[in-house]
């Protein structure tokens, strides 16, 4: 199996051919082309080329797939007995870049290969679709169907209960008593004091 380690953004990936890289954020548009130069070391298979500090002649070439925010991470900082409490968060923005080529002067396009294949196998697909497609056109017939039979029995059902509604009574409000007051306390009768 073919592998390099690349450096990118002062990090360093482990890089497969096929498969997908999440680097920190870089300026390129969805689908350009990016051209990873700073390989540190180089295995294929049983030989392994370690970099003094790059492995010369041997960039990856990649391309942006799309862009990307992490996971959402809170930061909390907190002081105890000094009323210090302050609550962030934080997304990391990334890219996600398609590993096509590990090594060579120049990427080797291997598009044609695969649009090959796509039409050999475009005329089984197209051949399969009608065959599906009968089964659905009867269904959506028999969907159409069943509404129309339940619609007017809804509408007989709407329009009795109107027939048979009473004349509304009209309510006559009562007048709303005060609240009475409640009954002011006497004050006490004094006790004659008796002298000796």
Wanted: zero cysteines; proline letters at 8%.
């Amino acid at each position: 199996m073919k592998y390099a380690i690349v450096e990118s953004g002062g990090k360093q990936y482990r890089a497969v051919e096929g498969a997908t890289l999440e680097v920190d954020r870089l300026p390129f548009e969805a689908g350009e082309a990016v051209k990873l130069e700073q390989t540190l070391l180089l295995a294929d298979g049983e030989s392994i080329t370690v970099g003094t500090p790059l492995v010369k002649d041997s960039p990856v070439w990649t391309k942006v797939v799309e862009h990307f925010k992490g996971e959402k991470v809170t930061i909390f900082n907190y002081s105890p007995k000094k009323r210090i409490r302050v609550k962030t968060g934080h997304r990391q923005n990334y890219t996600r870049l398609l590993v096509e080529q590990i090594g060579g002067s120049e990427l080797v396009k291997r598009e044609k290969v695969i649009e090959a294949k796509a039409e050999a196998a475009a005329p089984l697909v197209q051949a399969e679709k009608p065959a599906r497609a009968e089964p659905k056109a009867a269904t959506a017939a028999s969907k159409e169907k069943k509404p129309a039979a339940k619609a007017p029995a809804k509408t007989e059902k709407a329009a009795a209960p109107k027939t048979k509604a009473a004349p509304a009574k009209t309510a006559v409000k009562k007048p709303v008593k005060p609240a009475a007051k409640p009954a002011a306390k006497k004050p006490a009768a004094k006790k004659p004091v008796e002298k000796k």
